[in-house]
């Protein structure tokens, strides 16, 4: 598991062990995506698969959704390229892996604008209700989805003019709807919270994160999220960039095409570009529900320009023609084959990347098995892969509520300036009665983010302090270069 997937499965714990004050105080994430670990917890017993089950199938869900908004806007051929060129983006099919909470977002926001989409093309209010209950759903999911919102108003004042008042006033079953699914977990939170629930949810919202401020100025702000989410790093790319060519020159298209269903997706794609540029904290993960857009988008391009070229080689008179459409067509093919298996290959080289396998679960069993006093463990140096929460969820699955964990540093090393001061870190284990101490050894000689330290550094200090017993096998886990080592605080 990762830094940003542990909270999650923390959160479903509390909720399965009935602790629900608990549950309610992080009101950072809201409750949807917990209660579904929870009920995965119950079905198949509280462990990270669980966890990521719901993550994968809320992704067939979602792209389920795109193939009907596809269908109903175009043809069942672009909606079937569509779904699979979502499915191939290397971003969504990582995010598919993981316990977090942006494809379940993705499906409700999709489902409430296919909803909205539905009733906007045949004036049925019960369809505009379910888009509202489908909204409070993904509200319920992440506070973010409250983008789909000005998409909806936008496609209203541009392909609604001469029934504006007529849609705006039916759009209130809408903010009924949702807000009768919303209302309910605002009270409850603010129950338990009161004014700092709202500091709470506008730091969820991202309005203001500066531990990411330098992340989020990487590139020049109108174009950030161009660049985002093709090429966030040197060696990963959320789309593939043969794709996301393709993608943009779809909307290109649709510009020029102006049908109704092109203006739907090409005002969702700006409003949902702006609402999140507009925020000061910028990740590639907060413009998931861009991709559909451009999976549509790339869809329609590829079979509009083969139909052109199959009605050319069909149709012309010409032999010389004839010939010159077949190649072209044939180029189509093999580029969009290409771009495909470029994506593949990046989803490939992703996964191969974060195949990681670190034995936290075996050294926590280990400390556990030899606590008789409830003393406390200790992680040393924690990491994204690596993390007091982490060592938390193993504890608290056992059943074991009396033993606490920490952590030294408390920001994680591979992301901050770690500031490691051995007689601190002494005190620290004295104060919170620790007992065993966790360190990963990732090589030994990797060093510490903006320093020259490493782990042998950091152990040179602690054996030079004579307060910790040395690494035994019998304490060691997992196989080199990432091994737990589990020592004993003796001072």
Same mark, same amino acid.
């Given at each position: 598991?990762?830094?940003?997937?542990?909270?999650?499965?923390?959160?479903?714990?509390?909720?399965?062990?009935?602790?629900?004050?608990?549950?309610?105080?992080?009101? =950072? /994430?809201?409750?949807?995506?917990?209660? =579904?670990?929870?009920?995965?917890?119950?079905?198949?017993?509280?462990?990270?698969?669980?966890?990521?089950?719901?993550?994968?199938?809320?992704?067939?869900?979602?792209?389920?959704?795109?193939?009907?908004?596809?269908?109903?806007?175009?043809?069942?051929? @672009?909606?079937?390229?569509?779904? @699979?060129?979502?499915?191939?983006?290397?971003?969504?099919?990582?995010?598919?892996?993981?316990?977090?909470?942006?494809?379940?977002?993705?499906?409700?926001?999709?489902?409430?604008?296919?909803?909205?989409?539905?009733?906007?093309?045949?004036?049925?209010?019960?369809?505009?209700?379910?888009?509202?209950?489908?909204?409070?759903?993904?509200?319920?999911?992440?506070?973010?989805?409250?983008?789909?919102?000005?998409?909806?108003?936008?496609?209203?004042?541009?392909?609604?003019?001469?029934?504006?008042?007529?849609?705006?006033?039916?759009?209130?079953?809408?903010?009924?709807?949702?807000?009768?699914?919303?209302?309910?977990?605002?009270?409850?939170?603010?129950?338990?919270?009161?004014?700092?629930?709202? &500091?709470?949810?506008?730091? !969820?919202?991202?309005?203001?994160?500066?531990?990411?401020?330098?992340?989020?100025?990487?590139?020049?702000?109108?174009?950030?999220?161009?660049?985002?989410?093709?090429?966030?790093?040197?060696?990963?790319?959320?789309?593939?960039?043969?794709? /996301?060519?393709?993608?943009?020159?779809?909307?290109?298209?649709?510009?020029?095409?102006?049908?109704?269903?092109?203006?739907?997706?090409?005002?969702?794609?700006?409003?949902?570009?702006?609402? +999140?540029?507009?925020?000061?904290?910028?990740?590639?993960?907060?413009?998931?529900?861009? +991709?559909?857009?451009?999976?549509?988008?790339?869809?329609?391009?590829?079979?509009?320009?083969?139909?052109?070229?199959?009605?050319?080689?069909?149709?012309?008179?010409?032999?010389?023609?004839?010939?010159?459409?077949?190649?072209? !067509?044939?180029?189509?093919?093999?580029?969009?084959?290409?771009?495909?298996?470029?994506?593949?290959?990046?989803?490939?080289?992703?996964?191969?990347?974060?195949?990681?396998?670190?034995?936290?679960?075996?050294?926590?069993?280990?400390?556990?098995?030899?606590?008789?006093?409830?003393?406390?463990?200790?992680?040393?140096?924690?990491?994204?892969?690596?993390?007091?929460?982490?060592?938390?969820?193993?504890?608290?699955?056992?059943?074991?509520?009396?033993?606490?964990?920490?952590?030294?540093?408390?920001?994680?090393?591979?992301? /901050? &300036?770690?500031?490691?001061?051995?007689?601190?870190?002494?005190?620290?284990?004295?104060?919170?009665?620790?007992?065993?101490?966790?360190?990963?050894? /990732?090589?030994?000689?990797?060093?510490? =983010?903006?320093?020259?330290?490493?782990?042998?550094?950091?152990?040179?200090?602690?054996?030079?302090?004579?307060?910790?017993?040395?690494?035994?096998?019998?304490?060691?886990?997992?196989?080199?270069?990432?091994?737990?080592?589990?020592?004993?605080?003796?001072?």
């Amino acid at each position: 598991m990762n830094w940003d997937e542990v909270g999650h499965l923390n959160r479903a714990l509390e909720l399965k062990d009935g602790l629900f004050n608990n549950f309610v105080r992080d009101s =950072f /994430y809201p409750p949807l995506f917990s209660c =579904f670990t929870t009920v995965s917890f119950y079905l198949f017993g509280p462990s990270l698969f669980s966890a990521r089950l719901i993550s994968a199938v809320f992704s067939i869900l979602s792209l389920w959704v795109v193939f009907e908004l596809a269908h109903t806007m175009y043809d069942g051929k @672009v909606a079937l390229l569509s779904a @699979v060129l979502l499915a191939v983006m290397p971003g969504y099919f990582w995010l598919s892996r993981l316990a977090l909470l942006e494809v379940m977002l993705v499906f409700f926001f999709m489902l409430s604008l296919f909803l909205f989409f539905r009733w906007f093309i045949s004036r049925k209010s019960w369809l505009l209700v379910l888009s509202g209950l489908a909204l409070g759903l993904g509200f319920l999911t992440k506070y973010q989805v409250i983008a789909v919102v000005p998409v909806m108003v936008a496609v209203m004042l541009i392909l609604g003019r001469g029934q504006l008042k007529r849609l705006l006033s039916r759009f209130t079953l809408f903010i009924v709807a949702a807000l009768a699914v919303i209302v309910p977990w605002l009270i409850i939170a603010y129950h338990v919270l009161a004014s700092y629930v709202f &500091t709470q949810w506008m730091y !969820a919202l991202q309005m203001g994160n500066p531990e990411r401020s330098l992340y989020s100025i990487r590139f020049p702000t109108p174009i950030f999220y161009l660049i985002e989410i093709t090429w966030p790093y040197v060696d990963v790319h959320p789309i593939s960039l043969l794709l /996301y060519i393709v993608g943009l020159t779809g909307l290109g298209l649709f510009v020029w095409r102006r049908k109704r269903e092109d203006k739907f997706i090409v005002v969702w794609f700006i409003c949902v570009y702006v609402f +999140f540029t507009l925020i000061s904290n910028r990740e590639w993960r907060y413009v998931l529900t861009l +991709f559909p857009a451009l999976a549509i988008s790339a869809s329609a391009l590829i079979l509009f320009a083969f139909d052109k070229l199959h009605s050319t080689w069909m149709h012309s008179v010409k032999l010389d023609r004839k010939k010159a459409a077949k190649v072209a !067509a044939g180029s189509l093919i093999i580029f969009v084959s290409v771009s495909v298996a470029f994506s593949v290959n990046d989803i490939y080289y992703n996964v191969k990347q974060t195949d990681i396998n670190i034995e936290i679960a075996q050294a926590t069993n280990y400390a556990l098995a030899r606590d008789a006093s409830n003393q406390s463990i200790m992680l040393l140096c924690p990491f994204n892969y690596f993390s007091q929460d982490m060592v938390n969820f193993y504890v608290t699955r056992s059943g074991n509520s009396q033993i606490h964990t920490y952590q030294y540093p408390a920001l994680p090393v591979d992301t /901050y &300036t770690p500031n490691f001061n051995i007689t601190e870190f002494i005190g620290l284990c004295k104060r919170d009665n620790v007992k065993f101490v966790f360190a990963y050894e /990732y090589g030994g000689t990797v060093p510490y =983010f903006n320093t020259t330290m490493s782990l042998v550094d950091v152990f040179t200090q602690i054996y030079d302090s004579k307060n910790f017993t040395e690494i035994t096998p019998e304490a060691t886990f997992g196989v080199n270069p990432r091994r737990i080592l589990v020592l004993n605080f003796t001072g």
